[in-house]
């Protein structure tokens, strides 16, 4: 079972520079986020998505855009990257919605560094 | 707005022996989930348990059990008969049971780093 998988799993980038992470999951989920980490704290939402064609921000969106092309996939975009972006970012996903007590599957993460 | 403490950044064990893991939090909801989350030098987040804040009876998952203490907004984690495999960061998370927004994204205590003594 591959579960949730990122790619990259490790990239720089110069400041104003674009990317988009990828990432997809086999399980069928229906619902899907995007987290980031920074040294010494926990994860934050920067972005999720309940269901196929609907996206909503979390608690980080600021400089970031996101597509669910499917409900396989769930793509983030830093359109100008900048050094407080330089962060792990995980993408998770889950059967359910939010607000259950549904366990979250997550990928291994992306280490993003911005110079 | 809700928030997750972890007092201890970093606790050690003796291979075998038991270690508890603190974590409160702060809610004005009576309805929510608590988890908490290892992460392993691989990085990727596991779920290690989770209880709902309606039971009163304590969840367990093998060696891992937690003290939910709901009047005292207290969760802390036991890991008896620790093994290297235990070692990583442990995350204490809270979700609330509140349907619309981004209300139920899972909120993310800091951490506490485990590591076990062979």
Redesign the interface.
Known sequence: NAGVTQTPKFQVLKTGQSMTLQCAQDMNHNSMYWYRQDP??????IY?SASEGTT????VPNGYNVSRLNKREFSLRLESAAPSQTS?Y?C?SSEG?????E??F????TQLSVL | AQTVTQSQPEMSVQEAETVTLSCTYDTSESDYYLFWYKQPPSRQMILVIRQEAYKQQNATENRFSVNFQKAAKSFSLKISDSQLGDAAMYFCAYRSALVGGSQGNLIFGKGTKLSVKP
């Not at chain 1, 010494?40 to 939402?45: A, D, E, P, S, Y």
């Not at chain 1, 909503?56 to 608690?59: P, S, V």
Request: avoid cysteine; aromatic fraction near 12%; proline fraction near 4%.
């Open positions: 010494g704290m926990g994860l934050r939402l999720y909503d921000k979390g608690e792990v995980f998770a919605p939010l607000a259950t007590n366990k979250l997550f990928g291994s993460g």
